[in-house]
């Protein structure tokens, strides 16, 4: 018979641990940055409206039904359905042991904080704001910016994951 040591050291453990709770503060953080800047935005910029910050930056005030770059106007209910997918999909990323490097976790939370931040916008208003604009680029904002910063991110930590060792045969 063997011994619990044994039995618990075969068992697969979980890759969170309650330590990884900065993981949820990042992306509660994301979600809050880019609501309140949408809401100051809506506030205080006109729709259509520009200002110039800074060449080439300039703070719109534009709405997007669609996905990224304009794509899928008005596919309202299937870009809901995707992103519930998408952050479903981080969740069950977070707890692969595969996907422990904080790197990794870091572009995880990014990009959830990003799709939550503009689910929110999608279920409340049917639109997402967008209000960061440089030349020959959509306008897009915080929560594009955190979605395209954590895919960088992780695609940047999995390059620099050491190769497994191949078993011989």
């Not at 390059?159 to 045969?169: D, G, M, V």
């Amino acid at each position: 018979m063997e011994s619990v040591p044994e039995r618990e050291a075969a068992r697969p453990r979980m890759a969170i641990h309650p330590r990884d709770g900065w993981f949820f503060v990042v992306a509660a953080v994301i979600v809050a940055a880019d609501q309140l800047v949408k809401w100051v935005i809506r506030d205080t910029v006109a729709l259509g409206d520009r200002i110039s910050v800074v060449w080439p930056l300039e703070i719109v005030h534009f709405t997007n039904s669609g996905a990224a770059f304009g794509m899928l106007q008005g596919a309202g209910p299937l870009l809901v359905m995707t992103s519930v997918v998408g952050m479903a999909a981080i969740v069950i990323y977070l707890f692969n042991p595969g996907f422990a490097h904080p790197l990794m976790r870091l572009g995880l939370a990014l990009m959830l904080g990003g799709a939550v931040g503009n689910l929110i916008d999608r279920v409340k208003d049917g639109e997402v704001v967008d209000f960061i604009k440089v030349p020959n680029f959509p306008a897009f904002n915080v929560a594009d910016s955190a979605i395209t910063i954590g895919v960088l991110l992780l695609a940047w930590a999995m390059l620099q994951e050491p190769e497994a060792p191949k078993p011989e045969a």
